[in-house]
């Protein structure tokens, strides 16, 4: 008789230890999941940055930068519910252009589902929102692209 209640207690304790252990790895996978999707998007500002300091334009600086943000986070399984790719600062000079030597700074702002992203049916949203700059070669090529200055 006590040998059976031995090992039925320890059958109760591992089931005490799996039930405590299981909330943990649980939270665990899901803050992983959430710093990686930090970094994805940032990941997505800093090539939209380096796109955006390419161009010679503000709108074609504007266009690329989401073309490439849009392509980043694709390419990384993340999912934004809503995405929105800003420029924040770009320096122009009289003509228009983008100026040599000038940095570019933008900003990338995602909403992403966390129920779809970590675990099933894990509640709510998170609003992930990076900066990230690149400066704009000083030797542009003057000519070699229309429009170029």
Same mark, same amino acid.
């Given at each position: 008789?006590?040998?059976?209640w031995?090992?039925?207690?320890?059958?109760?304790?591992?089931?005490?230890g799996v039930?405590?252990f299981?909330p943990?790895?649980?939270?665990?996978?899901? @803050?992983? &999941?959430? *710093?990686?999707m930090?970094g994805?998007v940032?990941s997505a500002? #800093?090539?939209g940055?380096? /796109?955006?300091?390419?161009t010679y334009?503000?709108?074609?600086?504007?266009?690329?930068?989401?073309?490439?943000?849009?392509d980043?986070? @694709?390419? &990384?399984? *993340?999912?934004?519910?809503?995405?929105?790719?800003?420029?924040? #600062?770009?320096?122009?000079? /009289?003509?228009g252009?983008?100026?040599?030597?000038?940095?570019?700074l933008i900003e990338?702002?995602?909403?992403?589902?966390?129920?779809?992203?970590?675990?099933?049916g894990f509640?709510?949203?998170?609003?992930?929102t990076?900066q990230a700059?690149?400066?704009?070669?000083?030797?542009?090529g003057g000519?070699?692209f229309?429009?170029?200055?």
């Amino acid at each position: 008789m006590i040998k059976r209640w031995r090992q039925e207690r320890g059958s109760v304790s591992t089931a005490i230890g799996v039930m405590i252990f299981l909330p943990i790895l649980a939270f665990a996978m899901a @803050a992983m &999941r959430i *710093v990686q999707m930090n970094g994805d998007v940032g990941s997505a500002a #800093r090539a939209g940055a380096r /796109a955006a300091s390419l161009t010679y334009t503000p709108g074609d600086a504007t266009e690329q930068t989401e073309d490439v943000v849009t392509d980043v986070l @694709a390419d &990384r399984g *993340v999912n934004c519910q809503s995405l929105v790719t800003t420029i924040v #600062r770009i320096e122009t000079g /009289a003509n228009g252009f983008i100026v040599p030597g000038s940095t570019i700074l933008i900003e990338v702002t995602c909403d992403v589902d966390l129920s779809q992203s970590i675990i099933a049916g894990f509640p709510g949203t998170r609003t992930i929102t990076v900066q990230a700059v690149s400066q704009v070669d000083n030797l542009r090529g003057g000519g070699v692209f229309e429009g170029a200055p």
